[in-house]
């Protein structure tokens, strides 16, 4: 594990490398609080924001994480005013193609998630662009999730589901947890162990609504746009601490963990 950098310029931190959760998620709030305090317009908080999205994606990579989901924008996102909408989706747009050659040189995947087809012309092309050039790496994949409501993925999934019997693909006893997960968009992607959420809100606002099911929850009352290593690392802490039991009793918790796993 590549963790020297973040970890030795924190030496009272005590993390295991060999419990370092596999899937990070990230609900990316509180930028708009942070613009109001300074007297500034919200969009100057997504702006810093972004630099939290390279400060986490990195730390996230140089610590081992395999797997780390932000939720960048909700299907709720679009009733914002037009203008905070565009400038979301530019800055989405600009990040995508400046961080590319760090991904690269990084050996990070992109993918997205959500109604990608809802998203204007160039950012839908610059998302292709950075899925494609990066589809190769294999150190850390990292998921954007675009347009996406957890509601939303399992209703498509089920009617998608639906179709397949109606058509006589599967029966309907083949739909089990495991079928029903792997037609999700992240049937690729293990359920998240650790959720962190910024800026104080203690809800899921409609994030991985099935992939959550055993996930710990995590919730700093940092504003997004003051994320940085030392954020992450304070939640990776706390996660180690946490004594995982998938609703098992703690003598059965191995099986429950492939249990959930196989789901
Ligand atoms: C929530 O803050 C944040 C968002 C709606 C968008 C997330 C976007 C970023 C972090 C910027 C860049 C992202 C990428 C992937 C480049 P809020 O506006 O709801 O804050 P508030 O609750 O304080 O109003």
Redesign the pocket.
Known sequence: MTSTLPLAEFPNLSLEPARMPRHVAMV???????ANQRGLA?CE??RR??D??RAAVEAARELGIPYLT?F??STE?WLRPGVEVRF?MQ??QR?LTTELKRMMKRGIRVVALGELERLPAPVRRALQQTIEATAENRAMTVA?ALSYGGRQEIVKTARRLTEAVAAGRIRPEQIDEPAFAGALATADIPDPDLLIRT?GEIRLSNFYLFQLAYTELYFTETL?PDFRERDLLAALEAYQARQRRFGALVENVAAAASLSAAN
């Open positions: 990316m709030d509180g930028n708009g609080r942070w919200r908080g997504h924001g972004k939290s999205v932000l960048a924008f996102n979301l800055l989405l990040y954007l800026s997004w």
